[in-house]
């Protein structure tokens, strides 16, 4: 399956928890619009570069499309559909007035210069300007783009229409954004995973982390949890992977990582493979990197209770299946790191309110998102009876877009 047909798949088990009119079903699944735009650049050496850029708008009957941007050389037009479905679900979900989008670039971010980067951002955004706004659709950062790349965005955008920092979120604290949205996503997860373990009589505290990925979300996330005293046993990055089974130093890791560039060949820990790092025995399995890591391949070998979905779409269908089946609890993504975009519409809310939130103010909002959240979630899956939890938050926030969608009138 495809990412898309993946998430479709999902949704699908949302549906049949509702019993939802079929007719829905089309209405639901089908993304409003989709853009493909090429984007021709100069290079630093005088060549031209040639480049495909994409924004699927899914769903806005509960406010703005709102997603990510990511850079990356797999970026397509179905992962793209997959990724911005997912927001529709995570918006209502965690309960931003938002709809759901996604955008990308096929690009490899890393062969390219700054100045080349820039280039290809301003191209993109021109490309896309009159679809995007602060009230219409609202990109943020995803994997490969960052605070540099929304500044780009926020200044070409201003540029066409004059200032309005709110088309973009994730900006730099010093240029509009707000203060504990870089740690947003790994704050959440963080919290998600506290209110699942605390429902089952259990903690993080002592509780065994396996993270894949140590970029912004699980750098933040593995900073976090190892505050709270969570053991992280393993990590890996594109370069490698390490282990450590009485637990890894994460800020001396973390310091190594900003000397280094890398989690390989930190002091004090033994090199460990990707394969190696999925199986590793853990109670927390945290993919925090690339979608599909979990397949029907390597899912029986799973030696985890819970998989927190730091990334999104981190599941094969198959793999999910698998994980039912054998009793491992899979915390899914539209409701694991919803904690970004949830800070995002706190970027929002300042920005268009000319206000600035203190860190503490933002992380306690946050907080309250992510625990009433789970209330819903464990309220749902005790009304809807023997499911997973994907599915039950799948059903639930079909449940939220169903109903704006019948008040707002099919038209
Ligand atoms: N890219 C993040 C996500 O997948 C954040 C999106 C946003 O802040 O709009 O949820």
Redesign the pocket.
């Known amino acids: 399956m495809t990412p898309y047909q993946t998430t479709n798949y999902f949704l699908e088990q949302g549906f049949e928890i509702l019993k939802l009119d079929p007719r829905y079903k089309t209405l639901l699944v089908t993304p409003s619009r989709e853009l493909r735009v090429e984007l021709v650049i100069e290079n630093d050496d005088g060549s031209i570069g040639n480049y495909i850029g994409y924004r699927v708008q899914h769903d806005n009957s509960r406010g703005p499309f709102?997603?990510?941007l990511?850079y990356h050389p797999e970026v397509d037009i179905d992962e793209v559909r997959s990724?911005a479905s997912?927001?529709t679900w995570?918006t209502a979900l965690i309960g931003v007035p938002?709809g759901g989008a996604?955008g990308g670039i096929q690009v490899d971010p890393y062969k390219l210069s700054q100045r080349e980067l820039e280039r290809l951002t301003r191209r993109f955004t021109d490309q896309i300007a009159e679809f995007i706004g602060p009230e219409t659709d609202?990109?943020?950062?995803?994997m490969n783009t960052n605070g540099r790349v929304m500044s780009w965005i926020f200044d070409q955008y201003s540029r066409r229409y004059g200032f309005n920092p709110g088309v973009v979120?994730?900006k730099p604290v010093d240029l509009h954004g707000s203060l504990g949205r870089e740690a947003a996503?790994g704050r959440g997860c963080l919290f998600a995973i506290r209110e699942v373990l605390n429902a089952a009589g259990k903690n993080v505290s002592g509780s065994t982390f396996v993270v894949q990925g140590f970029g912004n979300v699980g750098s933040f996330f593995c900073r976090l949890a190892h505050e709270v005293g969570a053991k992280i046993t393993a990590v890996s990055d594109v370069r490698g992977g390490i282990q450590n089974t009485n637990g890894l130093d994460i800020p001396k890791l973390v310091e190594h990582v900003q000397k280094t560039g890398s989690v390989v060949e930190f002091p004090g820990s033994e090199p460990i493979s990707n394969a190696d790092l999925l199986t590793a025995p853990c109670d927390v399995l945290v993919p925090a990197a690339l979608g599909h890591v979990l397949t029907s391949d390597n899912a029986s070998k799973v030696n985890a209770k819970y998989i927190l979905e730091a990334a999104?779409g981190p599941c094969t269908a198959e793999a999910d299946d698998i994980f039912n089946q054998r009793g491992i609890v899979c915390i899914p993504d539209i409701f694991a790191?919803?904690g970004?975009?949830t800070?995002?519409y706190f970027e929002w809310v300042q920005n268009t309110q000319h206000l600035k939130w203190t860190e503490d103010e933002v992380n306690r909002r946050l907080e309250e998102h992510m625990v009433s959240a789970h209330k819903a979630l464990a309220k749902a899956m005790a009304s809807y009876g023997d499911c997973s939890m994907r599915a039950a938050a799948f059903a639930l926030a079909i449940q939220r877009v169903k109903e704006a969608t019948d008040m707002r009138g099919l038209g």
């Open positions: 709102k997603g990510g990511r990724l997912l927001m995570k938002y996604k609202i990109p943020a950062p995803d979120t994730g996503t999104n790191n919803a970004g975009v800070v995002s």
